[in-house]
Nanobody, 125 residues
Framework: QVQLVESGGGLVQAGGSLRLSCAAS????????MGWFRRAPGKEREFVAA????????NYADSVKGRFTISRDNAKTTVYLQMNSLKPEDTAVYYC??????????????????WGQGTQVTVSS
């Protein structure tokens, strides 16, 4: 089991930036890919981004491609989500997640078995 704790959420104006962090513990962090998901009010959880265990490969949802950047610091056992050019539709609770398979960096939520509690991101217009 891996424990995940998100931080960095808050209020930001449209067009602004925010950096989310996810601190992991409980297993060998560097051996697993990591992902970010979000859930907006009235919507189902959706995939945002994922990164491979080494950080060499990334995967993004079309809705955030070009605006968000996922990265990781294995020495700090932390994964980040840099969010730029934020839009009101980015408003959601953001969750980091660890997959069942060490090499998985896809967007299927059921392939992830460890989830953080989430951090709220609110983008005002």
């Amino acid at each position: 089991q891996v424990q995940l704790v998100e931080s960095g959420g808050g209020l930001v104006q449209a067009g602004g930036s925010l950096r989310l962090s996810c601190a992991a513990s409980g297993r060998t962090f560097s051996a697993y890919g990591m992902g970010w998901f979000r859930r907006a009010p009235g919507k189902e959880r959706e995939f945002v981004a994922a990164i491979s265990r080494s950080g060499g490969s990334t995967n993004y949802a079309d809705s955030v491609k070009g605006r968000f950047t996922i990265s990781r610091d294995n020495a700090k056992t932390t994964v980040y989500l840099q969010m730029n050019s934020l839009k009101p539709e980015d408003t959601a609770v953001y969750y980091c997640a660890a997959p069942k398979s060490p090499s998985y960096i896809g967007g299927r939520s059921y392939e992830y078995d460890s989830w953080g509690q989430g951090t709220q991101v609110t983008v005002s217009s």
